[in-house]
C-alpha cells in the first residue's frame, strides 16, 4: 500500500509539473494569406517558423499557423496585431501603407533594378529605420521583410506591352491610395479591392485584370481568368515579418532571441523561393495557358517616364520628402559602392 501511495504521489506530482508546462505556454498565433501549401512561400517559411521556435523554446512558444486568410484581410490581421489577438501575421505592403503612410514609399515603380539591391536596401539602415518608425506609431514590431514578388500586369482584354494599351483597362489594385495613383498614372482606371475577393472580381468580370507577382499569380489561381501577362516589373513588392510589440515584451530574452534567429530562417527561404518564380515567370505562366508579353528595355522606360514622377509626387504630398530621399540615397548607396 506504502508504494501504491508512494507511485500515485509520483504519478499526481508529475502530472502537476505536465500540467504546469502545458499551461505556460505561449500561444503564438500566425497568419498569412497564401495557401496551406509547401509549394507557397509564405506557408513554407511559416512551417519552418513554427518547427524552429518550438524547437528553441523546448514547446514555451505554440505556434498556430491559419493560412489563406482565415484570420481576415491584411486590414483586419493589421488590426488584430495593434489589439494583442492575433501575435504575429506577414501582411504584404498595400494594407501596411494605410496604417503606417511612410511605408508607401516602397510603391515607388521601376526603382530597383534586381532582388540583390532590393534586399541590400531593405536589410540596411533604411529599412531598419522605416521598421522601427512603425513599432513606435503603430505598436506592430517588423523584423524584416521578403519577397511579394515583382510585381506585373495581367489582364483579360488585350497584350499590353506599352502605357498606351493600359487606357481604358479597369485593374484592381490592393487597399492603400498609392496604387490607385500608379495604375491611374498609366491610363487606366483603378479599384481596390481586398485579397481575398480578387479571384471573384476577375472571374466575374468586376476588374480587367490586376498587378501581382508570379508567387500569386499561381497561388490564387488568378490565371484561371487572365490571359495575358506583362512582365515589366514595375515594383519590388515585400511582405513584412510582424508582431504584436506587446506579444514581444511579454517573451524573455531567450524567446525573443529564438523568434529573430527562426525570423531570418523564414525570411531566407520565403525569398529564395519567390525569387526563383520570379525568375522563371515566363516558363511558369506560360505553362499555365497565359500569354507572356515581353517588355523591352526601351518600353519599360516609356512606363518609367509615365509613372514614377505621378507616384512620386503622391508619395510626397501623403508623407513629405523625407522618405524618397532617403529611398532615393539607400539606391545610390548601393550603386555606388558595386
Known amino acids: 500500500m506504502k508504494r501504491l501511495s508512494t507511485l500515485a504521489a509520483t504519478t499526481a506530482a508529475l502530472a502537476l509539473v505536465m500540467g504546469a ?117 503603430t505598436d506592430i514590431r517588423v523584423f524584416g521583410v521578403a519577397d511579394n514578388g515583382v510585381r506585373n500586369f495581367t489582364n483579360n482584354v488585350r497584350p499590353v506591352s506599352e502605357p498606351a494599351d493600359m487606357d481604358g483597362l479597369k485593374m484592381r489594385v490592393m487597399t492603400a491610395p498609392v496604387w490607385v495613383k500608379l495604375v491611374e498614372s498609366l491610363g487606366a482606371s483603378a479599384t481596390p479591392v481586398a485579397w481575398p475577393e480578387l479571384p471573384g472580381a476577375l472571374q466575374q468580370g468586376v476588374v480587367d485584370g490586376q498587378e501581382n507577382g508570379v508567387t500569386n499569380i499561381v497561388d490564387a489561381s488568378l490565371y484561371e481568368n487572365q490571359k495575358y501577362v506583362s512582365l515589366d516589373g514595375h515594383v519590388f513588392s515585400w511582405h513584412a515579418y510582424m508582431m504584436s510589440d506587446s506579444f514581444y515584451e511579454s517573451l524573455d530574452d531567450a524567446e525573443r532571441k529564438a523568434v529573430g534567429q527562426c525570423v531570418e530562417i523564414a525570411k531566407v527561404i520565403h525569398r529564395g523561393m519567390t525569387a526563383a518564380q520570379d525568375a522563371n515567370a515566363a516558363t511558369i505562366l506560360s505553362g499555365l495557358g497565359m500569354e507572356v508579353v515581353p517588355v523591352s528595355p526601351d518600353q519599360k522606360a516609356m512606363f518609367r517616364s509615365k509613372a514614377q514622377p505621378a507616384v512620386r509626387e503622391f508619395i510626397v504630398g501623403e508623407i513629405g520628402e523625407d522618405w524618397p530621399k532617403k529611398l532615393d540615397a539607400a539606391v545610390d548607396a548601393y550603386r555606388s559602392a558595386e
Do not use: N
Open 21 to 137: 508546462t502545458v499551461a505556460s505556454a505561449k500561444d503564438l498565433k500566425y497568419a498569412h494569406f497564401q495557401s496551406a501549401d509547401l509549394g507557397s512561400p509564405k506557408h513554407a517559411a511559416a512551417l519552418a517558423f513554427e518547427s524552429c521556435v518550438e524547437g528553441k523554446t523546448a514547446g514555451g512558444i505554440d505556434v498556430q499557423i491559419f493560412p489563406a486568410s482565415q484570420l481576415g484581410s491584411g486590414s483586419e490581421v493589421l488590426e488584430g496585431l495593434q489589439l494583442g489577438s492575433i501575435q504575429m501575421g506577414v501582411v504584404h505592403d498595400g494594407p501596411i501603407s494605410a496604417i503606417y503612410k511612410p511605408f508607401s514609399v516602397l510603391a515607388m515603380p521601376y526603382l530597383f533594378d534586381d532582388q540583390a539591391m532590393a534586399w541590400s536596401v531593405m536589410d540596411g539602415p533604411f529599412g531598419d529605420e522605416l521598421f522601427e518608425g512603425m513599432r513606435e506609431d
